[in-house]
């Protein structure tokens, strides 16, 4: 071929490849326009028996913030009448009157923010996230919250995340960015490596303890910690993303089980703190999420789907059949009395 | 629209063909930066393909855990496993491309797995087990392009300005990389976070570096005679280990990889040192990479003056500046950017270079295999020093570990000056093995 010919070839192909670039650009932005109107709830943090979660809906109201009364789930059909509100949320928290909402703050700088609300959900304080927001948490008393991101996977093609969790005490604004300063005690000795990893904080109602993730030398540990004491003790194996019950006898957690997806190990499973005994939830799907209990029975959780995630109910003790609670919806947080 | 045009006369006569060594620069010109217009073709080649890789690496975290709210680490337990197969595939691909003759098309089928990959990413948004094979197949697909790539740069180029030509191709291939995060960010700003355009972007970029590898790289003739011609067998890809010199440099960076500290821990070394915003972090590969992209050429010139081994040996000298800087009671800033400069610096010293002082040295028509071994020594060794660093971190903290690192990098490095001081000085003595299959020697 002449150099002609070539050159011709490649500025063709640049027309064809830009039109697509754009074009498709274009169409994205034009989709993400479209039916922006829609009446917006405004939400009470403090209404027990509510259910507040992120809504996937394919709609005008993805990704915001979507409030449910406990009875008003689990219908046959999974519609139901969530009032959306206006906020946006990619993971969300609430208890007592106070929220934990991790959304976009700068599309540009890929930043995203933790915001604190208060009981009608509006920012009452904004803190920079390290990364990628993956887990939130608030303790049962509204005054500490929790977050966890990822961080990293800089490297060409590179995965190598680490994760980094911070907490906040709303009262004092007293922030602990990295828990993973804490001192790690790995069955009574202090534990020390490059590659600890903290996340899935859950608070005790004494707003002090708090369990959380260990991971180090690929293994995972439910560790039990201390915010005044910084500390963090290793009490279990093999469990992720804890979450404690509400009269804080119990532990929901995910576990890597063998002969699983090997992206998405995990189980749902419940420890018995006291008789240290562990028993699965009777869904035998694999999960990626941090559960949340909806009373002292019964804990819930998403399961993924096609860019959309639903969320699913299971009896604690094992016993009984899943049942879907609530379509297109993430992160879930129950309101107690 | 090539740098080599300088060279007014030859440039008109023999643009179409100079792809091999066989046509050399006049001496007056080989004072001027000037590579061959092959190396500048897969230099092209490499940048718009890493910006379509880096455009997806910057938003892979947001689009799995935000839009499928799935968790990274999964992904990232398995991607020792990936790097496992990225870097066995090398000498793979270069073997298959030496036996063949045939560099372009094995890479072009690794450059087009990974284009093909930037559109199965949205299709397999559903399931899990989908996406980490469509991720492997992109590792796949590097680790299958870089050797005969790398073994077209070097056949393009005289030997005495291999430096020169790789110092060329690793600044275009940084600058697509430096590219690549701003204009994904720019997609999903626009679109108002649609994760699929940034996929289809990415993928007209990698179709695009496709199209020019095509349309505008050509294969170097090994030789002119076919009677020089001799069938390579798979023995023959181990035997070049016997290569005088290669199997010396082979040693060396296999040995100085296993006391490389990792940029991803000193990094965190950085962290824990400097009380660094979170919102920063993104930033330090980034001042990393332009200090790379700055100094790839300048180091890879300095290499063909003053001796490649020797370059490369002085870039494991300034890792062990990097360590040290870590290790000083120095101000905030200072610490960051020194560290960052001397990171950048020490891939510049040490990544084009390695394969510039490596690539002479092995036969032309075993070349691609050969990249392939040094790069998959180099990867091996480094996965090992990257356990040894972790074990010397859990056991003594990350302060002795660090000043054991540095300590290792010494003694490394004066081995392997040692090493390398035995062997032929590639510059000034014409390698009787590379010259043989020149054809014009």
Same mark, same amino acid.
């Given at each position: 071929?002449?150099?002609?010919?070539?050159?011709?070839?490649?500025?063709? #192909?640049?027309?064809?490849?830009?039109?697509?670039?754009?074009?498709?650009?274009?169409?994205?932005?034009?989709?993400?326009?479209?039916?922006?109107?829609?009446?917006?709830?405004?939400?009470?943090?403090?209404?027990?028996?509510?259910?507040?979660?992120?809504?996937?809906?394919?709609?005008?109201?993805?990704?915001?913030?979507?409030?449910?009364?406990?009875?008003?789930?689990?219908?046959?059909?999974?519609?139901?009448?969530?009032?959306?509100?206006?906020?946006?949320?990619?993971?969300?928290?609430?208890?007592?009157?106070?929220?934990?909402?991790?959304?976009?703050?700068?599309?540009?700088?890929?930043?995203?923010?933790?915001?604190?609300?208060?009981?009608?959900?509006?920012?009452?304080?904004?803190?920079?996230?390290?990364?990628?927001?993956?887990?939130?948490?608030? #303790?049962?008393?509204?005054?500490?919250?929790?977050?966890?991101?990822?961080?990293?996977?800089?490297?060409?093609?590179?995965?190598?995340?680490?994760?980094?969790?911070?907490?906040?005490?709303?009262?004092?604004?007293?922030?602990?960015?990295?828990?993973?300063?804490?001192?790690?005690?790995?069955?009574?000795?202090?534990?020390?490596?490059?590659?600890?990893?903290?996340?899935?904080?859950?608070?005790?109602?004494?707003?002090?303890?708090?369990?959380?993730?260990?991971?180090?030398?690929?293994?995972?540990?439910?560790?039990?910690?201390?915010?005044?004491?910084?500390?963090?003790?290793?009490?279990?194996?093999?469990?992720?993303?804890?979450?404690?019950?509400?009269?804080?006898?119990?532990?929901?957690?995910?576990?890597?089980?063998?002969?699983?997806?090997?992206?998405?190990?995990?189980?749902?499973?419940?420890?018995?703190?006291?008789?240290?005994?562990?028993?699965?939830?009777?869904?035998?799907?694999?999960?990626?999420?941090?559960?949340?209990?909806?009373?002292?029975?019964?804990?819930?959780?998403?399961?993924?789907?096609?860019?959309?995630?639903?969320?699913?109910?299971?009896?604690?003790?094992?016993?009984?059949?899943?049942?879907?609670?609530?379509?297109?919806?993430?992160?879930?947080?129950?309101?107690?009395? | 629209?090539?740098?080599?045009?300088?060279?007014?006369?030859?440039?008109?006569?023999?643009?179409?063909?100079?792809?091999?060594?066989?046509?050399?620069?006049?001496?007056?010109?080989?004072?001027?930066?000037?590579? $061959?217009?092959? !190396?500048?073709?897969?230099?092209?080649?490499?940048? !718009?393909?890493?910006?379509?890789?880096?455009?997806?690496?910057?938003? +892979?975290?947001?689009?799995?855990?935000?839009?499928?709210?799935?968790?990274?680490?999964?992904?990232?337990?398995?991607?020792?496993?990936?790097?496992?197969?990225?870097?066995?595939?090398?000498?793979?691909?270069?073997?298959?491309?030496?036996?063949?003759?045939?560099?372009?098309?094995?890479?072009? !089928?690794?450059?087009?797995?990974?284009?093909?990959?930037?559109?199965?990413?949205?299709?397999?948004?559903?399931?899990?087990?989908?996406?980490?094979?469509? =991720?492997?197949?992109?590792?796949?697909?590097?680790?299958?392009?870089?050797?005969?790539?790398? &073994?077209?740069?070097?056949?393009?180029?005289?030997?005495?300005?291999?430096?020169?030509?790789?110092?060329?191709?690793?600044?275009?291939?940084?600058?697509?990389?430096?590219?690549?995060?701003? %204009?994904?960010?720019? %997609?999903?700003?626009?679109?108002?976070?649609?994760?699929?355009?940034?996929?289809?972007?990415?993928?007209?970029?990698?179709? +695009?570096?496709?199209?020019?590898?095509?349309?505008?790289?050509?294969?170097?003739?090994?030789?002119?005679?076919?009677?020089?011609?001799?069938? !390579?067998?798979?023995?023959?890809?181990?035997?070049?280990?016997?290569?005088?010199?290669?199997?010396?440099?082979?040693?060396? &960076?296999?040995?100085? $990889?296993? %006391?490389?500290?990792?940029?991803?821990?000193?990094?965190?070394?950085?962290?824990?040192?400097?009380?660094?915003?979170?919102?920063?972090?993104?930033?330090?590969?980034?001042?990393?990479?332009?200090?790379?992209?700055?100094?790839?050429?300048?180091?890879?010139?300095? /290499?063909?003056?003053?001796?490649? /081994?020797?370059?490369? =040996?002085?870039?494991?000298?300034?890792?062990? $500046?990097?360590?040290?800087?870590?290790?000083?009671?120095?101000?905030?800033?200072?610490?960051?950017?020194?560290?960052?400069?001397?990171?950048?610096?020490?891939?510049?010293?040490?990544?084009?270079?390695?394969?510039?002082?490596?690539?002479?040295?092995?036969?032309?028509?075993?070349?691609?295999?050969?990249?392939?071994?040094?790069?998959?020594?180099?990867?091996?060794?480094?996965?090992?020093?990257?356990?040894?660093?972790?074990?010397?971190?859990?056991?003594?903290?990350?302060?002795?570990?660090?000043?054991?690192?540095?300590?290792?990098?010494?003694?490394?490095?004066?081995?392997?000056?040692?090493?390398?001081?035995?062997?032929?000085?590639?510059?000034?003595?014409?390698?009787?093995?590379?010259?043989?299959?020149?054809?014009?020697?």
């Amino acid at each position: 071929m002449s150099r002609t010919a070539r050159l011709t070839v490649l500025g063709l #192909s640049l027309v064809l490849l830009a039109a697509l670039g754009f074009g498709y650009t274009l169409h994205a932005a034009d989709r993400a326009r479209s039916g922006r109107d829609r009446p917006h709830a405004v939400p009470d943090l403090n209404h027990p028996a509510q259910i507040l979660f992120r809504s996937t809906a394919p709609d005008a109201g993805r990704d915001h913030l979507a409030a449910l009364d406990v009875s008003g789930t689990g219908r046959p059909e999974g519609d139901d009448d969530r009032r959306v509100s206006d906020l946006k949320c990619l993971v969300f928290h609430a208890a007592h009157g106070t929220g934990l909402c991790l959304q976009l703050a700068n599309p540009v700088l890929n930043a995203y923010d933790a915001v604190i609300l208060d009981a009608r959900a509006r920012p009452v304080a904004h803190h920079r996230i390290a990364g990628t927001p993956s887990r939130a948490r608030v #303790s049962p008393g509204g005054h500490m919250v929790a977050w966890t991101s990822f961080v990293g996977g800089e490297s060409y093609a590179g995965l190598n995340f680490s994760t980094r969790t911070a907490i906040l005490d709303t009262r004092t604004g007293t922030l602990l960015d990295n828990l993973e300063e804490f001192t790690v005690r790995r069955d009574g000795q202090i534990y020390r490596a490059p590659d600890i990893n903290v996340w899935g904080v859950t608070f005790a109602a004494d707003e002090n303890r708090f369990y959380a993730t260990v991971a180090s030398d690929g293994h995972t540990y439910l560790a039990q910690g201390d915010i005044a004491a910084e500390t963090l003790t290793t009490v279990h194996e093999n469990a992720e993303c804890p979450s404690l019950s509400p009269d804080g006898t119990r532990v929901a957690y995910k576990k890597r089980v063998s002969g699983t997806d090997p992206a998405r190990p995990w189980r749902l499973f419940v420890l018995d703190l006291r008789t240290r005994t562990e028993t699965p939830v009777a869904d035998t799907r694999e999960l990626d999420d941090q559960a949340e209990w909806l009373d002292a029975d019964t804990v819930v959780y998403m399961l993924p789907g096609d860019q959309r995630g639903d969320v699913w109910a299971s009896r604690a003790d094992g016993s009984g059949t899943p049942r879907l609670l609530l379509r297109y919806a993430m992160s879930p947080a129950v309101l107690r009395g | 629209m090539y740098l080599s045009s300088s060279r007014t006369n030859d440039a008109i006569t023999t643009a179409r063909t100079d792809t091999s060594s066989g046509t050399r620069p006049s001496r007056r010109a080989r004072l001027l930066p000037v590579v $061959a217009p092959n !190396v500048l073709a897969l230099g092209m080649v490499s940048l !718009v393909t890493d910006i379509s890789a880096e455009m997806v690496t910057a938003i +892979l975290p947001v689009y799995l855990v935000v839009g499928l709210g799935l968790s990274p680490l999964a992904f990232g337990m398995l991607d020792g496993l990936y790097n496992v197969a990225n870097a066995a595939v090398r000498p793979i691909g270069g073997h298959v491309a030496d036996r063949t003759r045939r560099h372009k098309p094995v890479a072009g !089928v690794g450059y087009a797995v990974s284009a093909a990959g930037k559109l199965a990413l949205p299709a397999v948004a559903g399931s899990v087990p989908l996406i980490g094979g469509v =991720l492997a197949a992109d590792r796949m697909g590097k680790g299958l392009r870089t050797a005969p790539r790398d &073994a077209l740069i070097s056949l393009s180029s005289p030997d005495d300005a291999q430096g020169r030509a790789f110092g060329v191709h690793r600044a275009m291939d940084t600058t697509g990389a430096l590219l690549g995060p701003p %204009v994904a960010l720019l %997609v999903l700003w626009v679109t108002v976070e649609a994760y699929d355009a940034v996929f289809v972007v990415s993928f007209c970029f990698a179709m +695009l570096g496709v199209l020019i590898l095509a349309l505008f790289v050509r294969e170097p003739t090994l030789d002119r005679t076919a009677a020089t011609r001799r069938k !390579v067998r798979l023995l023959d890809a181990v035997a070049v280990l016997r290569a005088p010199g290669f199997g010396r440099v082979c040693a060396c &960076a296999l040995l100085l $990889a296993c %006391v490389t500290v990792g940029d991803s821990m000193l990094y965190l070394l950085l962290q824990r040192r400097v009380d660094l915003s979170p919102a920063l972090f993104p930033l330090l590969p980034f001042g990393t990479a332009l200090a790379f992209l700055l100094l790839a050429l300048p180091f890879g010139l300095l /290499g063909d003056r003053f001796g490649r /081994g020797r370059v490369f =040996l002085a870039g494991h000298l300034i890792l062990l $500046a990097a360590c040290l800087t870590l290790l000083l009671p120095l101000p905030g800033a200072a610490a960051i950017g020194g560290t960052l400069v001397l990171l950048g610096a020490f891939y510049a010293a040490t990544d084009g270079v390695l394969m510039a002082l490596a690539a002479p040295l092995a036969p032309a028509d075993l070349r691609a295999g050969a990249l392939g071994l040094v790069q998959t020594g180099q990867a091996a060794g480094r996965a090992v020093g990257a356990v040894a660093f972790g074990a010397a971190w859990t056991a003594w903290g990350p302060r002795t570990a660090l000043a054991a690192a540095a300590l290792g990098l010494a003694m490394a490095t004066t081995v392997a000056a040692t090493l390398l001081r035995g062997r032929p000085a590639v510059p000034t003595d014409p390698h009787d093995d590379t010259d043989r299959h020149d054809g014009d020697a």
